[in-house]
């Protein structure tokens, strides 16, 4: 199926800004799935892919209210407020949202391991379309 990014998808997707992750808060058991639209990638609105993550990273997402329309329907299962980001040693992905497991914040942080070939083709994603962003410090690591 082709995906026609007209004035109007555009509005009905909340994506004016230009390009943005969103995660869907129910996408089963220890899978987390990411949309990204942005330049064309691996769909026509931009990126698409689902990981294996911790349970208690899906459980924490099917506790939020989806606020945002899937960039391939017109489902509302998603999420904002996803960032990607580079520290001194290691990538990790942050998600806002009260109860997750960032002690310093309202969020849930995962490490990625950029030597994946699917974190590899979110990296190139984030890259093209500037949704990378950059820390000159450590990343965060639980208790």
């Known amino acids: 199926m082709t995906i026609e990014i007209t004035k109007e998808w555009i509005t009905q997707h909340d994506v004016e800004g230009g390009p943005v992750l969103q995660v869907r808060v129910n996408a089963g058991n220890e899978t987390l799935h990411i ?22 990273m899906t459980q924490w997402l099917m ?4 606020t ?23 990538v990790q992905l942050h998600i806002s949202g009260l109860g997750g497991n960032y002690t310093q914040g309202a969020s849930f942080v995962l490490d990625l391991n950029t030597n ?6 979110l990296m190139d994603f984030v890259n093209n379309n500037d949704l990378l962003t950059t820390m000159d410090s450590t990343r965060w690591v639980g208790e």
Request: proline share 5%; hydrophobic share 25%; charged share 30%.
């Open 35 to 56: 949309q990204g639209y942005g330049e064309y990638h691996n769909r026509d609105y931009g990126f698409a892919h689902r990981f294996k993550v911790p349970q208690e």
């Open 63 to 66: 506790t939020k209210e989806p």
């Open 68 to 90: 945002h329309r899937s960039f391939a329907s017109d489902q509302v299962f998603y999420i904002r407020d996803v960032a990607v980001v580079q520290y001194t040693d290691g």
């Open 116 to 121: 994946k070939p699917m974190v590899k083709e």
